[in-house]
């Protein structure tokens, strides 16, 4: 019996394409001017000496700092300072009404005819948790952060990793195969398999009532 949903994000609730094509835009945009205008604030500063740790280098400068984060994008890198930071950009894009956050309207239904059914929703996105609260504070559907319990990143270690899924089976108290896992992403499928948690692959380039002899489906519309 399922008890708990865990939800990827991009590719999966949310199309992938407004996190490169809008969000990722927005924050390079105005990630060199943040650093500048906001270098002496003790979060900038904090991510900052993070960033510095993780390049084995002092960014002793904004425009070094830019410099490091901006490469970073470019190798699309996964790395904590940097989504941190895109982070603090992008919640003054949400607050300000220019960026809305894209989800497809059959993972909008699910959410809350789970909701009704009194499961436990929850997120697990490479992004950061602050960023993941934004997406869903600020989505085309309104706030839903009311539907949603916690959040996972990737401190609690990599989406690929069977471990992950066990420590976040024992965070929120509710055994593996009590947990419904959706992703597009099949190694994040795989590892969430071995973990013990039930899992559907959701592919968005499929028909939405396609299903799968393997488990994937074409939307979240048979799940509710």
Known sequence: MIEAVLLDIEGTAGDIAFVRDVLFPYARKRLRDTLRLRWSEPKIAAIVAEAAAAAGKPLASSDAAADQFLAWMDED?????LK???????????????????????????IEAWRKK?????I????????QKLYFAHSVAGDLTGALEDYFDTT????????????????IGVKPES??????????EAAARSAGLQVHRIERGRAPSFAGEDGALG???SLH
């Open 84 to 110: 941190a930071l895109q982070g603090l950009i992008w919640h003054d894009g949400y607050a300000s009404g220019e960026l809305k956050a894209h989800l497809y309207p059959d993972a909008i239904s699910a």
């Open 124 to 131: 697990y996105s490479s992004g950061s948790i602050e960023a």
């Open 156 to 171: 609690t270690g990599p989406k690929a990793d069977v471990a992950s899924y066990s420590k976040i089976a024992s965070a």
């Open 219 to 221: 939307s979240f519309t």
């Open 179 to 188: 947990i419904l896992f959706l992703t597009d992403a099949p190694a994040e």
């Open 118 to 122: 009194g499961l436990r929703l929850f």
């Open 77 to 81: 890198r996964k790395i904590t300072p």
